[in-house]
């Protein structure tokens, strides 16, 4: 796993444009996320791994435009974010479903919030909770689902408004080990199906380097590694069962490891 060359043009734009952002909670106060460049082109996941603490949601969320930068810009197709982007979807860590709609209704919730959805609409819900194997369960209540099949319902309502960019919070860290695959492999299949970006922020290595096309490292607010992923698309489930892909998650580990500290500032991609 070759660690990225330096960019040759740091102003080549992504579909995701994040330019020495910064943001601080309070004024005055310190940087939580601090001069991260980054660009992540169509149709690329990144992911973005680091301990507890140093700003992956921070930085998430000026992704998604729920918070806007305190220095730098972010950029979605080369328009700066002013406020939350209509072209991105969320999948945050707790599946935040309301209890008394349907699995359906909770998909269909982002459309509904508008207006009434139309009938394509709803038989769009139902087609995506089928692609994320609940077609059975589509009249059930969250409570009446497991963690992971309540997992697969936000992931489905991420996904109901055809989001360009998709935006994922350490979404199947609760879950089993085993759905988390399954869901891992769904993501997969669904980002490819509809060409989505997406940007998915992980505790897990292993995780990281089976979704990302690239994974970034982040410590005290800033990018320290960026590492393209050289593993082949589609990913097969038995590639995490292989010696190539354990030398890559070693060599991300290491990477980590090694690093003296969050000292550079270079861009990410
Ligand atoms: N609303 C807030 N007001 C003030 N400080 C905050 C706020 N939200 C987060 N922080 C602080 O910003 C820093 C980064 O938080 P953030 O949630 O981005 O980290 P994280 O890497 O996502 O952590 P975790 O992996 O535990 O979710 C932390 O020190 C946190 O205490």
Redesign the pocket.
């Known amino acids: 796993m070759p660690t990225d060359p330096p960019p040759t043009d740091p102003s080549a734009p992504g579909f995701v444009a994040i330019e020495r952002a910064g943001y601080r ?2 004024a005055g106060g310190p940087a ?1 996320v601090d001069g991260v460049d980054w660009a992540i082109p169509r149709g690329e996941i990144h992911c973005l791994l ?10 998430l969320k000026l992704a998604a435009g729920l918070l806007l930068p305190s220095e730098g810009a972010i950029r979605i197709a080369g328009e700066a974010l002013r406020g939350p982007s209509p072209r991105a979807g969320f999948v945050f860590q707790a599946p935040t479903l309301l209890d008394w709609l349907s699995a359906l209704d909770n998909v269909l919730l982002p459309v509904s919030l508008k207006r009434r959805p139309t009938a394509a609409e709803r038989a769009a819900a139902r087609d995506l909770l089928a692609r994320v194997g609940l077609a059975d369960l589509a009249e059930r209540r969250p409570r009446e689902l497991s963690g992971g099949q309540r997992s697969r319902v936000a992931v489905a309502r991420a996904l109901i408004g055809a989001p360009d960019l998709l935006l994922l919070d ?1 979404p199947f860290a609760a879950l089993d080990a085993l759905t988390r695959e399954e869901l891992q492999d769904d993501l997969l299949r669904l980002c490819a199906l509809h060409g989505t970006t997406a940007l998915f ?1 992980t ?1 897990d290595i292993g995780e990281a380097v089976y979704l990302g096309d690239r994974v970034a490292v ?1 410590a005290g607010g800033r990018l320290t590694q960026a590492r393209r992923i050289a593993l082949p698309r589609p990913r097969p489930p038995a590639l995490r069962y292989t010696p190539v892909f354990a030398a890559a998650c070693r060599a991300l580990r290491e990477a980590m490891d090694g690093e003296a500290g969050p000292a550079s500032r270079r861009p990410a991609a």
């Open positions: 909670y309070e939580v680091g301990r507890s603490g140093c700003g992956k949601t921070t930085l350490e922020v505790h982040m």
